[in-house]
């Protein structure tokens, strides 16, 4: 049995995870920040969301390896890696960097409902409106639907050289488990977006099965267009070790993270 010295009981949680304590603070702060018509707070061992639900911040795992941070992402899990904002990020190079993948399920759910059940509030937009881009159901939640039409003006707004990745877009709701797992996908919460799947690379598509298999990075989707995502809450799923090149999904409170740092 690991015994663990530690100050006070946040003192104690954090030293079971990889999160150091001032971090952790500026991860919540950012999380309450980010979903203000869900999260109240929190205290030394739980999110506290308005509907009065707490959610603990550590599932108590000592040492998780980078897949059962996936699998059993707590609260603190979701912060475990830094996202790098912009073009000048590191190539991922190891199972574990994988900023922002992963998503404590209870939170998610609390806040998109759960599709199997028809709980997620959809609105539908207009993608790439002066190109045609055709319509879209997203999340209605938390300002998804209107800050996607955002993005969705920026986008457009681009030299046409970029539009091409752009359209059509491959997909926003799906209620639907990611691929080969049983954890839902953002997709499954109307809070994530495909762009064109002609131009897109998949971790799984090298011959890849496993979490822990090696994979070789690759990626053709533009810089300029993550950056436009990245100014308007969404996260790429091309900075991920198990990468997902034409994926984006709403996830604010890493983005805000990763402006303070
Ligand atoms: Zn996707």
Not at 90 to 102: I, S, V
Not at 154 to 163: E, G, I, R
Not at 195 to 214: L, M, P, S
Request: aromatic share 10%; proline share 5%; hydrophobic share 40%.
């Amino acid at each position: 049995m690991k015994v663990t010295l530690c100050a006070g009981l946040l003192g104690c949680l954090l030293s079971a995870v990889a999160v150091p304590a001032a971090h952790a603070d500026a991860a919540l702060d950012a999380l309450v920040a980010a979903y203000p018509d869900f999260i109240a707070g929190y205290d030394a061992k739980d999110l506290v969301l308005k509907s009065g639900k707490h959610i603990p911040l550590s599932n108590g795992i000592a040492d998780k390896t980078p897949e059962q941070r996936i699998e059993h992402a707590d609260i603190l899990d979701m912060f475990a890696m830094p996202y790098t904002l912009g073009a000048d990020y590191k190539q991922p190079a190891t199972p574990a960097d994988d900023p922002g993948r992963a998503r404590n399920q209870a939170l998610f759910d609390a806040m998109y409902g759960d599709c199997t059940k028809g709980q997620v509030k959809l609105k539908t937009i207009q993608w790439l409106p002066a190109l045609n881009g055709g319509s879209l159901r997203v999340a209605a939640a938390n300002g998804v639907a209107e800050q996607l039409e955002v993005v969705s003006r920026d986008l457009q707004a681009l030299p046409s050289k970029f539009h091409v990745y752009l359209k059509p877009s491959a997909g926003t709701y799906n209620c639907r488990p990611i691929a080969g797992t049983s954890r839902m996908s953002m997709h499954a919460y109307a809070a994530a977006i495909d762009i064109n799947v002609k131009f897109t690379d998949y971790w799984r598509w090298g011959g890849a099965k496993k979490e822990t298999d090696k994979v070789s990075y690759k990626n053709r989707i533009p810089m300029e267009i993550v950056e436009v995502f990245e100014k308007h809450g969404f996260i790429w799923g091309g900075k991920w070790y198990h990468y997902d090149t034409m994926h984006f999904e709403y996830r604010p409170e890493i983005i805000a993270l990763a402006k303070k740092s």
